[in-house]
């Protein structure tokens, strides 16, 4: 508990604020679904609630995830603060505009029945833009300087990062795709075509929380670097080949379910390898040992 408080007090004003919009969108996620659940409302189709809910709950753990992994890069704290603050902003947005029209009723992608709709769908795709932006600015610099972290946790960052920018690259094809179908009369093939890919979105939006909680949790082991090493090495390519299985399945219109033995296998084992780097990394961590940041650019357990 010590350790989850700390990152509060520890971090900045824009981390503070980010964790803080982050906590209010995953509460709102938390009330559609009750909303959901006592209405008896369905969790299926463009007009269904569910859509308030996943986007309250995911953006909500994103923007948590993301304030909290980059606050170990060495970024200019106004340009980081900009970059926050932006992806702030739009996961405000999206989740706000998405939310409001599930209570009109109608759909939230893909609608431009009314100039109101229009102009929501439009918000939506232009806040999907700034949030690859600030992402991709993100990245740059783990690549560039990671800061003062241990070479485990760096690795799980910039993993974290990259997979991050292929989970909202594909919301951008999502939302290409849908708006091409749509505009060309078809909305319900618009939600078809663009639904095909969520199983790639879904999967690679949350390696950002994932990988660096992975390292994080390891530093509070008594194990040395190396070996902490190893363990985020096998869950980086354990995360990157469930992404690239479900992406192959994701373009190719296959259902994970229903994709052949070998490659449900593949996908089966390296989600088991990432699970169990997760229950290793939990069997070896010692109550009183704290993460600490050293000014070196190490990072260790004491």
Do not use: C
């Not at 997979?163 to 093939?189: F, N, Q």
């Amino acid at each position: 508990m010590n350790a989850v408080t700390g990152i509060w007090h520890e971090g900045g004003r824009a981390e503070r604020i980010a964790y803080t919009v982050g906590a209010a969108l995953f509460v709102s996620g938390l009330g559609h679904a009750v909303v959901l659940l006592t209405t008896g409302g369905s969790w299926l189709g463009p007009l269904s609630m569910r859509k308030a809910v996943t986007f309250g709950l995911s953006f909500g753990l994103t923007l948590a995830s993301v304030a909290w992994a980059t606050s170990f890069l060495t970024v200019r704290q106004r340009w980081r603060s900009v970059l926050l603050g932006a992806f702030s902003v739009a996961s405000v947005v999206e989740v706000a505009l998405v939310s409001v029209q599930s209570w009109r009723g109608v759909p939230s992608h893909f609608n431009f029945e009314t100039p109101f709709d229009n102009v929501v769908s439009m918000t939506l795709a232009a806040g999907g833009g700034v949030l690859i932006l600030t992402v991709i600015g993100f990245t740059a610099a783990a690549l560039v300087e990671p800061g003062p972290a241990a070479p485990s946790l760096r690795l799980a960052i910039r993993a974290g990062l990259l997979v991050l920018v292929v989970a909202l690259a594909t919301g951008a094809v999502m939302i290409a795709r849908g708006v091409v179908e749509a505009r060309g009369g078809d909305p319900r093939l618009a939600y078809t075509t663009a639904g095909s890919l969520k199983p790639l979105h879904a999967v690679a939006m949350h390696a950002i929380l994932v990988l660096p909680g992975l390292a994080w949790l390891l530093t509070f082991t008594r194990w040395p670097e190396a070996h902490r090493m190893r363990v985020v090495r096998i869950a980086v390519a354990a995360d990157a080949v469930l992404t690239a299985v479900i992406g192959v399945e994701s373009f190719t219109g296959t259902s994970p379910f229903a994709a052949p033995l070998p490659v449900l296998a593949l996908s089966v084992l390296a989600a088991a390898a990432l699970a169990g780097t997760g229950l290793y990394a939990l069997s070896g961590v010692e109550p009183g040992i704290r993460f600490v940041r050293i000014p070196d650019g190490k990072a260790r357990g004491r």
